[in-house]
């Protein structure tokens, strides 16, 4: 069975747990909800042992051996299990696929398997998602198009109970700029705020902080996505706003660090909790460094000391157009040259 990751709460309500899902796709927020929905379900039906597989330290995949002998070995604690499989690149490999299948030809009765994954397309798949798909249930979680979004919105708000209008819904849409969690954040805030009556532009503004303000954190965000044109964008946005950039230097610095370190960790998994990474920004991180080495974000924190030299005039150049160029690098390698007086 397959569905959309909204549809998967409701589908849970309705039946007892499946014995395996499979979650994935480049929308964190749609994935994390999804799989949210069945670990509440699998607590509401009594499920209280839940073990999760991962890849550690320099090691590429899953442990599949001790994965196997999981579904072999009888529950410890409990009658029941949920066991997580997280396949942040979603291909688990000739051994990994035999795993799965193996466990979907004949599913033990005490476990439940669930596997989420970051990354989805046509070429992820193979028998070891039809597996699951045939004894559970599939949900994908594309990227809301910017066409979609404003639907996205309007059954967002209708599931906290708030009606408004299409030219309210496409004014959030506006503000928010395609940013899902921000999105969600601000329906979670005006269910708080709201009185009840349906919300109509007028209210919506001045209910609703602009969320779509070209503001460091998402110029980040983009950077680290990999989405050089919203970079520049943004940056633009924000210049034009009058923001100086000695004040956007900080996150960005406090960003560039962050993977740095992630980049030198030999487990990645370790290094996300030490950092207190949350779960939606552990696939835009990873994305990030499967673009460039340790070396190359150590050069790019450098840039930032010589980008913050210009801004406070103690080194001769641009500071808008060498902060530009170093979130651009950052996004598309090929900008790499843009940097061509440091070495990167």
Same mark, same amino acid.
């Given at each position: ?37 069945? @670990? ?62 193996? $466990? ?10 669930? &596997? ?6 046509? *070429?992820? #798949? ?23 979004? &404003? ?6 708000? @209708? ?11 496409? *004014?959030?849409?506006?503000? &928010?700029? #395609? ?25 919506? *503004? ?10 460091? $954190?998402?110029? /980040? ?11 520049? @964008? ?16 900080? /996150? ?52 930032? #000391?010589?980008?913050?030299? /210009?801004?406070?005039?103690?080194? !001769? #150049? ?6 530009? @160029? ?8 090929? !900008? ?9």
């Amino acid at each position: 069975m397959e569905l959309k990751p909204e549809q998967m709460a409701a589908q849970l309500d309705s039946e007892p747990l499946r014995p395996a899902y499979l979650i994935a796709g480049p929308e964190p927020l749609r994935v994390l909800e999804a799989a949210d929905a069945v @670990r509440a379900a699998a607590r509401a039906q009594g499920i209280a042992e839940r073990e999760i597989f991962e890849a550690e330290g320099n090691q590429r995949e899953p442990d599949w051996n001790a994965l196997e002998a999981s579904f072999r070995a009888p529950s410890l604690f409990a009658s029941r299990r949920l066991v997580e499989l997280r396949l942040p690149t979603g291909k688990p490999g000739k051994d990994g696929a035999e795993v799965i299948s193996g $466990f979907c030809a004949d599913p033990p009765p005490d476990v439940t398997l669930l &596997v989420s994954a970051g990354e989805w397309s046509k *070429q992820h #798949g193979g028998k070891w998602s039809e597996a699951i798909g045939r004894i559970g249930v599939i949900a994908i979680a594309w990227q809301v198009k910017p066409h979609e979004l &404003v639907d996205w919105i309007d059954r967002r708000l @209708r599931s906290r109970g708030l009606k408004a209008g299409r030219d309210a819904v496409q *004014q959030l849409a506006e503000r &928010v700029d #395609g940013n899902l969690l921000a999105a969600a954040q601000e329906v979670d805030k005006l269910a708080l705020l709201s009185d009840g009556s349906p919300l109509d532009a007028q209210k919506m *503004q001045s209910l609703v902080a602009d969320a779509a303000r070209f503001d460091v $954190f998402r110029v /980040m965000d983009a950077a680290l996505n990999g989405n050089a044109a919203q970079v520049s @964008r943004m940056l633009a946005g924000l210049r034009a706003e009058g923001e100086a950039v000695p004040a956007l230097l900080g /996150m960005v610095v406090k960003e560039l660090q962050t993977t740095a370190a992630l980049s030198r960790a030999s487990n990645l998994a370790n290094e996300f909790r030490t950092l207190r990474v949350w779960d939606t920004k552990q696939p835009m991180y990873r994305r990030a460094l499967q673009r460039h080495d340790a070396p190359r974000w150590e050069a790019f924190v450098a840039h930032a #000391g010589r980008v913050d030299r /210009m801004a406070k005039g103690r080194e !001769a #150049g641009d500071a808008w157009l060498a902060l530009e @160029r170093l979130l651009v690098a950052v996004a598309e390698p090929r !900008a790499l040259r843009l940097l061509a007086r440091t070495a990167v």
